[in-house]
């Protein structure tokens, strides 16, 4: 999607792009070699290395993973690990630029653990309780993983479908999504510095309240890789 950014509305040769990949924990995609070597070749054509003061990254990487999969029993968390294990081998995260937030899905789709709660007030402080927990697991992969990183991940809960909805819905935590998911986009993007990716944001939130400001069209590419891998 090409990018304007002056007040006469002149695009320039700015686009941003939505990479997607079925990651580590996909049912459907169950060829890790393959998808390891699907992300090498992302990261190659991309993400060159270069030397340390020159080294780009992405703007941001969403790893997403549900509320039901993130407890203490970490044989069926294997994938997150793997997931950041993985991320630790690449190019794509900044140790000093946190470009890196993790999104916990189905947030509100086991309300019906807390039914034996007494109201509705003891149910919320049991669900804060556990995402504190769950944030708690995950920052635990992460230290293992990026034990030389200076910056914390944002861990963000969402209810799927949430986006579909007029109205922002409220968490037990106070925040409302996905309103809470943009804030953290908002702030890994400002906050390192990246103007060009600053831009890119406040273009794209502008274009969805005005849908006649959209410049060009948008395109789609497969990456692909030998069938042997």
């Known amino acids: 999607m090409p990018i304007t950014v002056d007040s006469n509305g002149d695009v320039i040769g700015l686009t941003v792009s939505f990479d997607d990949t079925p990651g580590f924990g996909s049912t459907i995609f169950d060829d890790k070699e393959r998808m390891e070597a699907l992300l090498d070749r992302y990261a190659e054509n991309h993400f060159p290395k270069l030397d340390e003061s020159r080294q780009i990254y992405p703007n941001v990487i969403l790893i997403v993973t549900s509320w039901d999969s993130v407890k203490e029993d970490d044989s069926y968390f294997t994938s997150f690990d793997k997931t950041i294990q993985y991320l630790n081998r690449t190019r794509l995260v900044g140790n000093k630029r946190g470009n890196v937030i993790v999104v916990v899905t189905k947030s509100l ?121």
């Open 109 to 229: 789709s086991f309300w019906n653990d807390y039914e034996d709660a007494s109201s509705q007030k003891e149910r919320e402080i049991c669900w804060r309780e556990d995402a504190e927990k769950k944030k708690s697991i995950i920052n635990g992969f992460r230290s293992k993983a990026f034990a030389g990183s200076d910056s914390e991940w944002p861990i963000v809960f969402v209810e799927n479908g949430g986006g579909m909805s007029a109205n922002p819905r409220r968490l037990p935590n106070e925040e409302s999504y996905p309103q809470n998911l943009f804030n953290a986009i908002l702030v890994s993007v400002a906050g390192s510095g990246d103007l060009v990716g600053k831009v890119a944001l406040q273009d794209l939130t502008r274009a969805l309240d005005h849908p006649e400001s959209r410049a060009g069209t948008l395109s789609s590419e497969v990456l692909e890789t030998s069938p042997s891998l």
